[in-house]
């Protein structure tokens, strides 16, 4: 059927020979019914497409009739036009402004040039009227195309009137020539309409078996969510209760490891839908900075390395010495896509099993590293079919799979965004049974020796010392709205003996501070609180005009994680911001920073 239908859709421009025919099944599949392009960016080179070979004909029809020099210029600019607008378009991603070009110069520009030079109401303009409508209907939506709509209708309309009042402004066509262009006009306009229409709906039907398709798998990938975040929120319950009855310490501690791995997970599965989240929104942007490729590749294995341990598996690298030592990029959401892809691999590899990580550097070229990695597994391997499914969003490769080794089913599609968005490409080469190869590739800045060098002090610098009793003599004002989380950091800082005055809400910590503004050496400020969030009552206190007000460290304490929100906090007057869930090191290194 979809065989037969293609033919259907390339009758309408005749006989073009085979190779002709090629190119025109190329054109179709790669700008008409791809699905790497927006629906509008399709619809304006479908539109493009049928176009050309209209204008083509009525060209023909001008060569027929004789037509003036003018006329044949100005179809001979519309051609050019399409090329140049089919190129750039496409090539540059730029189908929105596009569509307004097409509209203006077809529309309002040509319009009234083929009117005045080519006979004017006693032509064939009406059907050009038609396409030119057609046109507008087909690329504008919503509230522009009224107004478009409108301002070619008052252009249609002054033209009229010129004929009427000023006819020696028209450029007058013989009988034979009128009645040529009234019939080829027609002939040409129906010639637009039909593919146009035909192609329209066929991609109008794609398009809507797509959002079908898309509404089916994100209600399975709901109801999978449903049950990835509560099982481990059931046994985070559970073992919370059992552990109030348990009088046995390696019994308790037990449950607390389970609490942890749980959490953990729990966490994990927030973090994969936050990022879907950002990723659909067209929000994920990568940080800058500097961070150690193989450290990274060690961090990724330790976090997994009771999963490995536990099921006897066996795990080799291999990274190429020509990697620099430090590179300049998103260290932490290239860890991701490595974690992802490894954490897959151990869970898919059978006991006792083997994976093989293998990076080595491409090339480099103006300081820019491209850095291949490869993750080789011996496990239960994946189709063709589940291949094709593997990067989507919202999908996972099969259903059965998530129901026996659970997961969101959401880390390779966004682990393929993020190496997009460094540059680089995802791939998979796998057969059933026979174990699973992925490889990326990402584009990483060399750092100088110089800037590695202060990087590696600043670590240094960071790290040592032990924790306990490093901050006493100090004192810090915390403001937090909930209790449970006021616990937590008061728990975390205590070994540090880093002395802590509470406060419930944004109000309430600015009058704390106002009261006693040379007490306090840093500032510990939540965003969502009641009365008054930490945005304002860090405005308020940094505006206060006491001495400290403008020096006082602060720092925004919150599970606002995202850039922007990062971005609000230093903007409100912040010194540096801490995401939640809390990690202690990150907590000492940033409080032994700004003091």
């Not at 659970?406 to 080469?429: C, D, F, P, R, Y």
Request: charged share 20%.
């Amino acid at each position: 059927y979809a065989a037969r239908h293609d033919r259907m859709m390339m009758q309408p421009f005749g006989e073009m020979g085979d190779d002709g025919m090629k190119w025109l099944n190329k054109y179709l599949k790669q700008y008409v019914y791809s699905n790497d392009l927006p629906f509008d960016a399709r619809v304006l080179n479908m539109i493009c497409l049928v176009g050309f070979f209209s204008i083509l004909l009525s060209v023909v029809a001008h060569i027929i009739e004789h037509s003036n020099a003018i006329i044949m210029a100005v179809k001979a600019t519309m051609i050019l036009s399409i090329v140049l607008l089919v190129v750039i378009s496409n090539r540059y991603r730029l189908h929105t402004q596009g569509k307004w070009v097409t509209v203006i110069v077809f529309c309002y520009i040509l319009f009234p040039v083929i009117f005045l030079q080519n006979g004017g109401i006693h032509s064939g303009i009406s059907a050009y009227f038609v396409m030119c409508m057609t046109i507008i209907f087909m690329l504008i939506t919503g509230r522009s195309r009224v107004i478009l709509l409108t301002i070619f209708l008052i252009i249609a309309c002054a033209c009229y009137y010129i004929d009427f009042h000023y006819p020696q402004c028209i450029y007058r066509l013989s009988f034979a020539q009128e009645y040529t262009d009234n019939i080829f006009a027609f002939i040409i306009t129906g010639f637009f309409i039909g593919p146009v229409s035909v192609m329209f709906s066929k991609m109008y039907m794609e398009e809507k078996r797509k959002a079908a398709e898309a509404g089916r798998a994100k209600g399975d990938f709901l109801a999978q969510m449903s049950h990835e975040m509560r099982t481990p929120m059931n046994a985070i319950i559970g073992m919370s209760a059992l552990s109030k009855s348990s009088s046995d310490l390696a019994e308790y501690r037990y449950r607390m490891q389970k609490i942890e791995e749980a959490s953990n997970h729990l966490l994990g599965v927030i973090n994969d839908i936050l990022d879907m989240s950002k990723i659909e929104a067209g929000k994920l942007e990568l940080s800058e900075e500097v961070f150690h490729f193989s450290d990274m590749l060690r961090t990724v294995l330790d976090i997994n390395l009771f999963r490995i341990d536990e099921k006897q598996q066996v795990v080799t690298t291999d990274i190429d010495s020509r990697i620099p030592s430090a590179l300049f990029g998103d260290g932490r959401r290239l860890a991701q896509v490595v974690a992802n892809i490894v954490a897959n691999a151990v869970k898919f590899t059978p006991q006792g099993g083997s994976i093989a990580i293998k990076a080595q550097l491409l090339k480099e070229e103006d300081g820019v590293c491209t850095i291949e990695t490869a993750v080789t597994d011996t496990g239960i391997g994946i189709t063709k079919e589940e291949q094709s499914r593997l990067f989507r969003s919202f999908e996972q490769a099969n259903n059965s799979t998530s129901r026996e080794y659970g997961g969101t089913g959401l880390g390779l599609a966004i682990s393929k965004h993020i190496t997009e968005a460094m540059g680089g490409k995802i791939n998979v080469e796998s057969e059933p049974g026979a174990g699973s190869t992925f490889t990326f590739t990402v584009r990483l800045k060399r750092v100088a020796a110089s800037e590695e060098n202060a990087e590696n002090a600043k670590t240094a610098m960071g790290e040592q010392g032990d924790a306990k009793d490093v901050f006493r003599g100090y004192r810090a004002l915390l403001a937090e709205d909930i209790e449970i989380n006021r616990e937590i950091a008061l728990a975390f800082l205590e070994p540090t003996g880093l002395s802590i005055v509470t406060a419930e809400n944004g109000q309430e910590a600015v009058r704390i501070f106002e009261d006693s503004p040379d007490a306090f050496d840093l500032i510990f400020m939540d965003i969502q609180m009641p009365c008054m969030d930490g945005y304002e009552a860090t405005r308020r206190i940094r505006a206060s005009g006491a001495p400290k007000a403008k020096t006082v460290p602060i720092i925004a304490m919150t599970a606002n994680v995202f850039k922007d929100d990062v971005e609000k906090s230093i903007a409100a007057g912040m010194n540096a911001h801490l995401g939640k869930p809390l990690r202690f090191e990150e907590m000492i290194s940033t409080i032994k920073r700004l003091l």
